[in-house]
């Protein structure tokens, strides 16, 4: 052996024993194991874990292989929620290695992602607008969750809190533990190897900003707040999208280590019975409810926790209103390591805090919405992560969540009708329209028939367009029509000075029962390139009515009858 040789392997064993002797400082502390609870239980919580990617989208495992994981990290649900367009005819719920498999569907805006759960298929792909694919998810029956909505990449992050969602997640692993990920890989690998489930609880950071928002919106309206695992078991090298496509990746971190770190609690009246239907049911509806919590199991678990309130003979668990009859209390109850802090919030504000392990505290009988976190010693990130986040009680809150979901804009002061007589057709290859105008009493003023090319044909599209002028003053486009089918029609302005055509857009839903529909232009968004965020209403001479694969699929033929179009004044 050379002397150059001999240098080396001892250089190289230097090294090694440093490592091993730095080990020990590297690694998180083990998670805790918590008390049994000190009160016979009221209800039933029962353990699992929400948004979960398989091989149907782009994760690495089956839904089989997935809920063995979920069986070995002690979970009794696991929701899947693959990337799709709503269509697909989702599996129905079914027991795996003993844990309800809970099947639905993350999908694209042009807000950022939504997780849509509970809802029934739709007969055309979900996409675009914020506001259109949140309607289309509630009008199926389902629960419409902004999905990583602080993720530090632009393209995941959501954009538009003026959309009336149903959840979001407060917490979302991928996003976190990613982007602790950047100049700390080594790190994280090594002690991944040895404690993973610790090593990913340590990535998570209280999301402050987040946080705020979700209590400042609990003020008008219901919001479930749950923390998404993410999972995928992929780790990519040049991953900054979903969903991910890089061809190498390591299968890191784990679905059990995942599940491991943390979950949501769901409350429920009674165990789960073995049907899957009726339990998946019961999960969904305590879900949108806003009857769950979440735990941190990576610092402790299990986490037996309890928040409810009282007025006079009224109960109320979390996501329940309360109304004002009478004097008012929280109460609350856990099971925790030593150390810990129960912490009351009045709309996101610090309110109150004991470290006795129950407490019921009288609070005034005025509106707002409370909720509670339970924070423990040498919690993991920076600001700490609360081990412990339940969701709100709505206190005197019922009628200001009346009011604000029936609060609309107000109707048009005065309308200028379209000249419809003066369409045009613009259609792409091998999509056809056909146009009909009818006289007073022939029936609605205008029958158009429609048929988009098949999938030879790319991106087609069939669209009338009506010339106008003399925007500015506006604010909005009505119809009053109806489909023979659901259909989501898109309405375009266009600026055709611009050499390229530029236009913005947004879309209406129809079927068969006859509505007024409209669109406003400052919702409006840009279709490709524009100059403008926003539609110059002086400088734009035509409206569209176009039927295209965004919203449904090559070869969908159909007709559309419009009564009345207008243009609406503020």
């Given at each position: 052996m050379t002397r150059r040789v001999r240098s080396v392997l001892l250089a190289l064993l230097v090294v090694a024993a440093l490592v091993a002797a730095a080990i020990p400082f590297l690694l998180p502390r083990p998670h805790a194991t918590t008390p049994a609870p000190h009160w016979p239980p009221h209800t039933q919580a029962v353990r699992g874990v929400y948004h979960v990617h398989s091989t149907i989208s782009d994760g690495t495992g089956s839904a089989d292989q997935i809920a063995a994981a979920a069986a070995r990290a002690g979970l009794q649900f696991v929701i899947l929620t693959d990337h799709g367009d709503g269509t697909r005819v989702a599996a129905p719920p079914r027991y795996l290695s003993g844990v309800l498999v809970i099947e639905g569907v993350e999908i694209n805006t042009s807000a950022g992602h939504v997780v849509a759960l509970g809802a029934r298929p739709s007969s055309y792909p979900l996409a675009g607008s914020a506001h259109a694919v949140v309607e289309d998810v509630q009008r199926l029956g389902g629960m419409a969750i902004a999905a990583h909505p602080d993720s530090p990449r632009e393209s995941l992050a959501w954009r538009d809190w003026s959309v009336p969602l149903d959840g979001l997640e407060w917490l979302n692993a991928d996003s976190q533990w990613r982007d602790e990920l950047v100049g700390s890989l080594g790190r994280f690998l090594l002690t991944y190897a040895l404690r993973p489930v610790e090593?990913?609880?340590?990535?998570?950071?209280?999301?402050?900003?987040?946080?705020?928002?979700?209590?400042?919106?609990?003020?008008?309206?219901?919001?479930?707040?749950?923390?998404?695992?993410?999972?995928?078991?992929?780790?990519?090298?040049?991953?900054?999208?979903?969903?991910?496509?890089?061809?190498?990746?390591?299968?890191?971190?784990?679905?059990?280590?995942?599940f491991r770190a943390?979950?949501?609690?769901?409350?429920?009246?009674?165990?789960?019975?073995?049907?899957?239907?009726?339990?998946?049911?019961?999960?969904?509806?305590?879900?949108?409810?806003?009857?769950?919590?979440?735990?941190?199991?990576?610092?402790?678990?299990?986490?037996?926790?309890?928040?409810?309130?009282?007025?006079?003979?009224?109960?109320?668990?979390?996501?329940?209103?309360?109304?004002?009859?009478g004097e008012i209390a929280l109460h609350a109850r856990v099971a925790a390591p030593p150390g810990f802090r129960i912490v009351f919030l009045r709309d996101g504000n610090y309110w109150f805090d004991s470290t006795e392990p129950e407490v019921h505290l009288a609070v005034p009988?005025?509106?707002a919405a409370y909720r509670?976190?339970?924070?423990?010693?040498?919690?993991?990130?920076?600001?700490?992560?609360?081990?412990?986040?339940?969701?709100?009680?709505?206190v005197g809150l019922r009628d200001a969540h009346a009011a604000a979901r029936v609060a609309a804009a107000p109707p048009p002061s005065a309308r200028t009708p379209i000249a419809t007589g003066a369409w045009v057709a613009e259609a792409s290859a091998g999509?056809?329209?056909?146009?009909?105008?009818?006289?007073?009493?022939?029936?609605?003023?205008?029958?158009?028939?429609?048929?988009?090319?098949?999938?030879?044909?790319?991106?087609?599209y069939a669209a009338i367009r009506?010339?106008?002028?003399?925007?500015?003053?506006?604010?909005?486009?009505?119809?009053?029509?109806r489909a023979d089918g659901p259909v989501r029609l898109s309405v375009q302005l266009r600026d055709s000075t611009r050499t390229s055509g530029e236009r913005w857009g947004d879309t209406v839903y129809l079927d068969a029962t006859g509505r007024v529909a409209e669109v406003f232009f400052d919702r409006m968004t840009p279709l490709g390139d524009t100059t403008q965020a926003s539609p110059p209403l002086d400088r734009v001479d035509s409206l569209l009515l176009v039927i295209d694969t965004l919203n449904a699929r090559p070869g969908t033929r159909g007709t559309i009858e419009m009564s009345e179009l207008w243009l609406g004044k503020p």
């Open positions: 090593t990913l609880a340590s990535t998570l950071d209280r999301p402050v900003d987040l946080l705020r928002r979700w209590d400042t919106m609990t003020a008008t309206r219901r919001l479930t707040g749950m923390a998404g695992a993410d999972a995928h078991a992929r780790l990519g090298w040049r991953q900054r999208s979903e969903p991910y496509d890089e061809g190498r990746f390591l299968e890191v971190p784990s679905y059990e280590a995942s943390f979950g949501q609690r769901v409350v429920l009246d009674a165990p789960l019975s073995g049907d899957a239907a009726r339990d998946a049911e019961a999960i969904l509806s305590r879900l949108r409810w806003g009857r769950t919590y979440t735990v941190i199991d990576g610092m402790a678990t299990p986490g037996a926790f309890e928040f409810t309130a009282t007025s006079s003979a009224q109960w109320a668990h979390m996501g329940d209103y309360l109304d004002l009859r009988a005025e509106p509670v976190e339970v924070e423990i010693p040498d919690a993991f990130g920076r600001p700490p992560i609360p081990w412990i986040v339940s969701n709100p009680i709505y999509s056809t329209i056909r146009l009909v105008l009818r006289g007073p009493g022939e029936g609605p003023l205008l029958a158009w028939e429609y048929a988009l090319a098949d999938g030879s044909v790319a991106a087609p009506f010339p106008v002028a003399a925007l500015g003053g506006h604010d909005r486009f009505q119809l009053h029509g």
